[in-house]
Each structure stands twice: as structure tokens, then as C-alpha cells.
């Protein structure tokens, strides 16, 4: 039904603005409302000179779009800005082709709805910012990482600064749209109002109390031109500050505000925790490295005469220490024997190691007593004993030394499976050498047996990881001390290196990825004589004993 004119009377009470359009382009009616919202319009002005032109452009579409029956329709709303205000126009067409536009106040539903929008592209960036930080345990990395995303999502430029080491400060600088640029300088951060603080944890300082003019050539990146605002922010770490967060933005761009200093505060919350754990990360590195160096297997080599070689696997693949060791403690004169000591605590992992490096250490302290090896084992079981540990070892001492070509050997176990040693012809031999594990029993009584090599013999020693592996084509046979010696028959005449290698190799094609024990072997080897004869000048050498 059509609005006849003294219908638009009832207008005036309607609390929106309210005005009647026609097809032309004509002001038929306003309310009040609406001529105190735009003071041009009065019935018979053209709207195009009364309101803001997204309206007058949503009303020609919008009479261009009515319907040809004359049917009243509604639908079609826009919206568009009257001065500071935010306003939405919902049309209703009326059958004579007139346009009647409510407008209603969207003001605070666009202010919400844009805070709402900022809100979450914020948690997203704060999820992303976590994710890309947690992602590296590298403190250069963090620190990097933090420069960059602050420059491109927070300001103009990024410093991040870690605390000063030595005399120096740790410094990464990055522009927005650049790379981050690392510094070590040798500057006061006192010249920068409240980064010492910072660098101290302490909260940080409001950007409003910030003069920009004060801020240091260090501190501003090359070419970036007149400060407009500084934001200055710790990093907060586990316990200890990780260092300051400097914000920079250009002169003519917008100051920082309160919002914003405080969604820096919690980006540096996040990055501060990155760079800490990184730090932290990096100490226990080196501590590990520094502990760690001493309980690994030693590198092995000829010792006067006499060729050593060792292998060593751990029983999990991401460790490098266990339960098995072996040392190779050369003599400090010339002509007297070397010592190497093999041998196996109970357990794996850590725990194992840590006795391991107990025993080792101790080994050591009682070297000037090698010629004993039952002294040396009683001491060694005494101090085991009084020890907190509850865990035992076995071991298997070996004393050599070259004499006149061959290699003499002393041996002693202590409830270490025997000592295999292979002759010229492939033969292999069982060691009678037997004794007590050590660490359970008050005594640890064992025999010290001699054997001779032979150039091209070679003595193995080696721990139950290799007999007690577990494999084959189902997976649950051992080893085995036979597949063992049928293999060490083959080694006849190899030096100790490939004899080590060869021994290995067929362990680990026999586990394959199965769990399996540590594995250690050390190889003595009495090595040959060679010399290369050639006929002629002309034929190919040959090797000859």
C-alpha cells in the first residue's frame, strides 16, 4: 500500500532519520531526524547536494533495480560514514517508485566489530609469532626471529637486545621489509631512557615519556631517518631477564598507543620465553658436552709396537654413552707394557654411564698399579662397594707389549665372558682367564693368564652385546658366541681397524632396527712386517711377511 502524504507526519516521531526519495532524485519528505543529521535536505532538494554520495549512489541503484509491478519490496541495505559517525541505510520502495531510507547508528556495531577483527588477527600473530619462536632452540635464531616479526607486525624497525656479555651487547636490527642485521657493540644503554631498566626485567617505561630526539645513532638503523616514537619493552625469561625490545617508528607516522604498547608487552612475553629457553638450551648443551667428553670411548691407535683398536655402540641410537666402556692406557716408557681395560655395567642409558665414568676415573688413579691386575681389581671392587651405587661391573684387563716382533699379553677377567684370540691359520681360542665380578661380593678373586701374538694375531675383547644380539631372518635368535668365532676365523691376518669394522658391520646387519644391548670391542693386534718386492721395476708389488 502506498505512503499517501499526510502519512509521512507520523514520521516525526520515529527516533531514526528518515527521508523519502523519488525516482528523480527528488526529496520528498525528511524527518526531523534526518535534516538534524544532514542540514542541506528539505523537501524538494536533489538529494545528490543534501547527502553523502554512497547514498545517493545506493539510491539510483536502487531505483534502478525496483520492481515493475509496483509491489512495495525492501532489502538492499548500505552503509557509509556521515563525519566521525558510522551510519547503515535500509530502503524500502515504495508502488509509486519512491525510495523511503531508514538510516540507524552502526557506530559502535563498527567499532566492535573492527576490535573484534584486531583482536583476532592479533591472537593469530601471537599463535604464529609462538609457533616460529618455540620452533628453534638457537638463541641467535630467537633473536632474529623477534626482530623480524616485530618489524614487519608491530613498528618500522626492531632492536632486540640481549643482556651484555663481557663488555659488549648482543644487538639484531631489522627494518620492516629487510633482514635482521646481528652487532656486538660496546655501548651505554643508559643513553636510552628506560633500556637499562629493561635489560633488568623492571616494567617498562610509556612511550609518552619518551623523547624520540633523544634516542642514540646506535640505536637507529641506517637510513631509517627521524624518530617518531620509541616503545621500550623487556624480554622476560625464566627467572633472569633475556634482554629489551626497542620499537621504532618514523616521524608522520602515528605515535604508539596504549593498545599497542601493551600487545608489544605480550609479544615480548612470548620472545623473551623463546630466547631464555634457548639460553638455557645452550648451557646445558655445553655443560652436557663438557661431562660428556670424558665418558665417551677414546680414539684408539698403535701404541709402541702394538695396534688397538675400538668400536662402541650405544643401545639406543640416539645416545652416545651406556653401560659399555673400554680405556687403552698407553705406558709411559718405552719398552714397558700398555694397559686396556674392557668392560660392562649392569643396566644402560644415564645411570650405567655415570658408573662407567666412575669406574674409569678409578681405573686411572690406580694405573701406577698395572702390573697387579688382582690389586688393582680388589682396589677397584672396594671402592664400588662403598659406593651408593648398587649396580656391578664386569671387566676384562689386558697388558701388552712388542717384544721382538710378537706382542705379549697379560689377561684377567672379572666375570667377563673370555677373551678370543685368533691365530695365523683362522684358529680362534678361548682365553682360561677367570674371576668375580666386581662391585657385589667382598672379595673378587681372579686368574692372570699369558698368551703371545703372533704377527698377524689378534687378541678381541669384547662384551655380551654382540653374542646376545637378537636377530636373524625371525627376529629372536641370538648371536651367538659360534657365529662369533666362525666370523673371527675369517679375520685372520686383518688389521685391528677391519677386524673392529667387520665385527660391527655383522652385528648390526644381525639386529638390524631391533632393541638390542650396548655393544663394545677393543682388538689387540700384533701387526705383520711388510715390505713391497717388485721383479724388474715392471710388475706389479706384492705384500711378503
Not at 547536494?49 to 534502478?64: F, G, K, N, Q, Y
Amino acid at each position: 500500500m502506498s505512503v499517501v502524504a499526510p502519512a509521512y507526519e507520523a514520521l516525526a516521531w520515529v527516533s531514526y532519520p528518515v527521508l523519502v526519495v523519488d525516482a528523480a532524485g527528488v526529496v520528498c519528505h525528511a524527518n526531523p531526524k534526518a535534516t538534524a543529521l544532514f542540514p542541506a535536505l528539505h523537501r524538494g532538494a536533489a538529494l545528490n547536494e543534501s547527502v553523502p554520495a554512497w547514498l545517493v549512489d545506493a539510491h539510483a541503484r536502487r531505483t534502478a533495480a525496483a520492481p515493475s509491478n509496483g509491489a512495495p519490496s525492501e532489502g538492499g541495505s548500505v552503509s557509509g560514514p556521515v563525519g566521525e559517525r558510522s551510519f547503515e541505510a535500509h530502503p524500502t520502495v515504495q508502488d509509486d517508485g519512491k525510495v523511503m531510507w531508514w538510516l540507524v547508528d552502526d557506530t559502535d556495531h563498527q567499532l566492535a566489530r573492527q576490535a573484534l577483527r584486531e583482536e583476532r588477527e592479533r591472537t593469530a600473530f601471537l599463535t604464529e609469532a609462538s609457533n616460529t619462536l618455540l620452533s628453534s632452540l638457537n638463541l641467535e635464531r630467537c633473536m632474529d626471529v623477534t626482530a623480524q616479526l616485530a618489524a614487519e607486525h608491530l613498528a618500522d624497525a626492531a632492536v632486540v637486545i640481549a643482556p651484555r656479555t663481557a663488555r659488549l651487547l648482543p644487538v639484531v636490527i631489522c627494518l620492516r621489509g629487510g633482514r635482521p642485521q646481528r652487532f656486538q657493540w660496546d655501548v651505554d644503554p643508559a643513553e636510552v631512557p628506560g633500556l637499562v631498566e629493561a635489560l633488568q626485567g623492571f616494567p617498562p617505561v610509556p612511550s609518552r615519556w619518551i623523547d624520540p630526539a633523544t634516542a642514540p645513532e646506535w640505536l637507529v638503523p641506517e637510513g631509517f631517518g627521524p624518530v617518531g616514537s620509541i616503545v621500550v619493552t623487556p624480554l622476560p625469561g625464566h627467572g633472569v631477564p633475556a634482554g629489551a625490545l626497542v620499537l621504532l617508528r618514523r616521524t608522520g607516522e602515528a605515535a604508539f598507543t596504549e593498545g599497542e604498547e601493551v600487545f608489544a608487552r605480550l609479544f615480548a612475553a612470548r620472545s623473551g620465553a623463546a630466547m631464555s629457553a634457548a639460553r638455557l638450551y645452550a648451557e646445558q648443551s655445553s655443560l652436557t658436552q663438557t661431562l660428556m667428553r670424558d665418558l665417551l670411548p677414546p680414539s684408539l691407535r698403535q701404541i709402541s709396537g702394538v695396534d688397538f683398536a675400538g668400536g662402541y655402540r650405544a643401545s639406543a641410537d640416539h645416545e652416545r654413552i651406556g653401560g659399555d666402556f673400554y680405556d687403552v692406557h698407553p705406558a709411559s716408557v718405552e719398552g714397558e707394557e700398555s694397559f686396556a681395560v674392557l668392560g660392562d655395567v649392569c643396566g644402560k642409558g644415564m645411570e650405567a654411564a655415570v658408573l662407567t665414568g666412575k669406574i674409569r676415573n678409578t681405573l686411572q688413579a690406580l694405573l701406577p698399579m698395572a702390573g697387579d691386575h688382582q690389586r688393582m681389581i680388589d682396589l677397584l671392587n672396594g671402592a664400588l662397594l662403598n659406593s651408593h651405587h648398587t649396580r656391578f661391573a664386569t671387566l676384562v684387563m689386558a697388558s701388552a707389549v712388542r717384544e721382538a716382533g710378537s706382542v705379549r699379553l697379560r689377561l684377567t677377567s672379572a666375570g667377563h665372558q673370555p677373551a678370543l684370540i685368533v691365530r695365523q691359520d683362522g684358529t680362534v681360542e678361548e682365553s682360561r682367564a677367570r674371576g668375580t665380578l666386581v662391585g657385589t661380593f667382598p672379595n673378587a678373586p681372579a686368574t692372570t693368564l699369558h698368551e703371545t701374538l703372533a704377527p698377524g694375531e689378534f687378541c678381541m675383547l669384547y662384551t655380551d652385546g654382540f653374542t646376545e644380539a637378537k636377530g636373524g631372518p625371525l627376529g629372536d635368535e641370538f648371536f651367538g658366541e659360534a657365529r662369533l668365532k666362525a666370523a673371527l676365523s675369517q679375520c685372520a691376518g686383518m688389521p685391528a681397524e677391519a677386524v673392529v669394522e667387520h665385527v660391527q658391520m655383522l652385528a648390526s646387519q644381525w639386529v638390524g632396527r631391533r632393541p638390542h644391548d650396548d655393544m663394545a670391542v677393543i682388538v689387540i693386534a700384533a701387526p705383520r712386517s711388510h715390505h713391497l718386492s717388485a721383479v724388474n721395476g715392471h710388475t706389479r708389488g706384492r705384500f711378503t711377511a
